[in-house]
T-cell receptor
C-alpha cells in the first residue's frame, strides 16, 4: 500500500514563526499536493508539485511556499505564521499513469494551531 | 471551472437507517468521481469510485452510481452503523488530469 506520512499530527506555533510541514510518500509518485481543511470549506488546494523542483500554486497560496528537492518529499512552509493559518493540513500524492484512477492517497494530517 | 456540490450537514441518523448524501458536479469532459471518508482525527480514505457513466462504485455497504444525465454521484447505504460516523467528501478528477476537486464535505452522525 502507498503510504503518505506527515511528520507531525499536532503542532502549536507562535505568530510570526517560520513553520515547516513535512510530507513523505513511498510509492514513487510524481504528483504531490498540500491542502488545508477548514469546517464548512472542505479541502482547499494550497500548492502542488508534479515533479522534483517543480511547483504550481493552487487556489490559496498566499502566505505559503513549498519545496520539493526529492521526489518522495514535499514540504509546506509558512513563512510567517498567522492565526488565520490555524487549520488541518493534508498532504496527498498520486502517480501519472493513466491507469492510476484511485484518486489520491492522503496522509493523516497535521493539525496546526498558531497562537 | 470544475466544481462539486454536496448536501450540507450534519446529517444525523439512527442506527440501521437508510443514508443518502447528495453530490452533484460540474465538469467538462469525462471526469472520474470519488467518495472519500474521514474518520475523526484521521486523513481521508478512498471509499469508492466510478470512472465512467453508469458505473456503480461500492465498498463497505456504500454505493454510488455515476449519472451523467443528472451530473450526480449520490452516496447511499441501506443500514448505517455508529462506526460510519465520519465526514464524507465527494470529489471529481477531470479527464486526463491529476488534480482532484472536492466538495465541502458532509458530516454524518449515527446514534445508537
Amino acid at each position: 500500500d502507498v503510504k503518505v506520512t506527515q511528520s507531525s499530527r499536532y503542532l502549536v506555533k507562535r505568530t510570526g514563526e517560520k513553520v515547516f510541514l513535512e510530507c513523505v510518500q513511498d510509492m514513487d509518485h510524481e504528483n504531490m499536493f498540500w491542502y488545508r481543511q477548514d469546517p464548512g470549506l472542505g479541502l482547499r488546494l494550497i500548492y502542488f508539485s508534479y515533479d522534483v523542483k517543480m511547483k504550481e500554486k493552487g487556489d490559496i497560496p498566499e502566505g505559503y511556499s513549498v519545496s520539493r528537492e526529492k521526489k518522495e518529499r514535499f514540504s509546506l512552509i509558512l513563512e510567517s505564521a498567522s492565526t488565520n493559518q490555524t487549520s488541518m493540513y493534508l498532504c496527498a500524492s498520486i502517480g501519472v499513469l493513466m491507469t492510476d484512477l484511485d484518486g489520491y492517497t492522503f496522509g493523516s494530517g497535521t493539525r496546526l494551531t498558531v497562537v | 471551472g470544475d466544481s462539486v456540490t454536496q448536501m450540507e450537514g450534519p446529517v444525523t441518523l439512527s442506527e440501521e437507517a437508510f443514508l443518502t448524501i447528495n453530490c452533484t458536479y460540474t465538469a467538462t469532459g469525462y471526469p472520474s468521481l470519488f467518495w472519500y471518508v474521514q474518520y475523526p482525527g484521521e486523513g481521508l480514505q478512498l471509499l469508492l469510485k466510478a470512472t465512467k457513466a453508469d458505473d456503480k462504485g461500492s465498498n463497505k455497504g456504500f454505493e454510488a452510481t455515476y449519472r451523467k444525465e443528472t451530473t450526480s454521484f449520490h452516496l447511499e447505504k441501506g443500514s448505517v452503523q455508529v462506526s460510519d460516523s465520519a465526514v464524507y467528501f465527494c470529489a471529481l478528477q477531470p479527464g486526463g488530469g491529476n488534480k482532484l476537486v472536492f466538495g465541502a464535505g458532509t458530516i454524518l452522525r449515527v446514534k445508537s
